[in-house]
Structure formats: C-alpha cells, structure tokens
C-alpha cells in the first residue's frame, strides 16, 4: 500500500509540495479553507505540471502520475486520516498555524508525524498546539519547492529522534537533501539570507553602489561559487589567515559589525588555515587538494556554459 501524505495548504507553497510528493510515489491528499478552495488549486496545480512538462522541467508522464496520485480532500479531516506525514503550509500567522494543527493533530493517526513548512515561526510555539508533541517538527521547503534542492528540517526541544529520522527519509524520498537545525529565530536559511540582504541594502542606503550592481558582483563573484560550495568551504579554500587579515581590515571602518568571529581566531591561533595547512572548518586530506581544485575549476567553467545557454533573466 502507498504511503498517503496530506498538505493541508494548497496554495503556491502546498501545492508545490504536492507535486513533489506525489512524484516520489506518495498519495498525496491535499486540504485548504474550502473544498472549492482545494479543488481550484488541484487543477491549477495540474495545468501547472502540464506546463512543466512542456518546458522539460518535470518528467514526460509527469501528468499522469501526478493526476493518479493527487487528491482534493473535502476537509483537513478527511485528508489527514490514515496519514502517516502531514505538511501544514498555511499562511505565516500563528494563530492561523495553531487552530489547523489543532485540527490535524485531533484528526490524524496517533502516530503520524505532523510537520510545519514555516519559514519564521518558532517550531517550540506551533508544538504547543500539537498534541504528542514528540512527533512534530518543521519540515520547511523553500519556493519554488519542485525546483529549490534543499530541505531544512527543524525538531523543537522535545521531538522524538525517530520523528527527524523518519522526516528525513520521506524527504530524501523525493531527491531532495535534508539539513537539520536548532530551533532558533530565522533558523539557519533566512539567518543567512537576511544578513545578506540587510548588508546589500546599508551598501545601498549609503550609496555605495546602486541595486543592479550589487546584484551584479553577489551573482558574478562569491554567489557564483555557492551552488558548489558552502561559506565554510570557501573560506578554507581561500585561507582562514586571509579571512583574519580581511576582517581586520573592515574593522578599520566597522569595528562592531564586522567583529573577528571567535571560532575564526582559534583556527588560525591553532595553525589550520584551511585547505592549505590540510584543516579548517572542513577536512581534505592533502592528497585530494588537486582533486578538489580541479572539480571546482570545472564546476565554475559549467555553471559558465549553462548561463550563456540560458542568457539573462527577464529582469529589466
């Protein structure tokens, strides 16, 4: 018997999700504020594949799996019994949160696991609407969720390891890669994309340079490197003692904001500089050095390749 998976939040987010399950072979019942609701975005979402499957995005007899596979249920009831997942996609308002998780975890076997697709509400808050809290946790997708590959996972204080465990695996079921994380305000995805954009926009405000050049150098320079590469591995490749110099020397203007991380310090304090010194924040032994230089060298030379096929985005 196929495992059911029900969404409860069909819109763009939700019914991404759908799509995404329900090509991994999951049943997929899906559930909005209304029947009509859920059967407008069933079929939105079904010209939505046909449209993918057009462009080559989906795989040719997407249609008829997705088809097979995808249920407008007529309530969260209905689509959460005999689940063994259910992905809360709701609008980011807690209240909105907490009475559809009341809903689910009343309605749903006892021992499915509830997860919630947030991208900003503390995981630790929605579970005090989750009866069993043990088997909820933030399973959070990022738009547009059948393309983006990451999937960051988000237990609070008291999940059941076997919860992350078993969330984990319905992901990694459709292709995707998992992190886990603390549950912590922003998490880590929107930490980091945040503080990137904030900075973007103090250059920005200071008229240091104007929105399309920033935009230039992040998607030309270091941004050109991150499909491949984390900002660990980067730094190791570059050298941890650089970093150290680097922040030093925007101390000179921004003392506070650009202060000299601790677990920097140390590393360099300790002689692993990073690739270079074979240790850092990640390991590669010294034989393999040549090996990594030489993917990286021919990942950037692809990614290159497949930019000039693609051309510029439609943006003006």
Known sequence: ???????????????????????????????????????????????????????????????????????AAKDIETAVADAVLVEEAVPEKIEIKHETLRRIAAAAPGD????????????GALAEAVTSPGRFLGVHFSNPSPFIPGVEVIPHASTDQATIDQACAFVHETGKETAVVRDVTGFVLNRLQYALFHEATQLLDEGVATAEDIDTLVRTTFGFRLPFFGPFAIADMAGLDVYNFCYKSLQTDFPERFATPRVLSELVESGKLGTKSGGGFTDVPAERIPELIAYRNKA????????????PPPID
Do not use: C, W
């Open 300 to 311: 950037y030379v692809k990614l290159n390749e497949l930019m000039a096929e693609l051309g």
């Open 112 to 123: 499915a696991i509830i997860a919630s697709n947030t991208s900003t509400i503390s995981i």
């Open 1 to 71: 018997m196929t495992d059911k998976i029900a969404i409860i939040g069909s819109g763009y987010m939700g019914g991404g999700i759908a799509q995404v399950m329900a090509l991994a072979g999951y049943d997929v019942h899906i559930a909005d504020v209304s029947f009509d609701v859920t059967k407008d975005n069933r079929a939105r979402l079904m010209k939505e594949t046909a449209d993918f499957v057009a462009d080559d995005l989906f795989p040719a007899d997407a249609v008829e799996r997705i088809e097979a596979r995808l249920t």
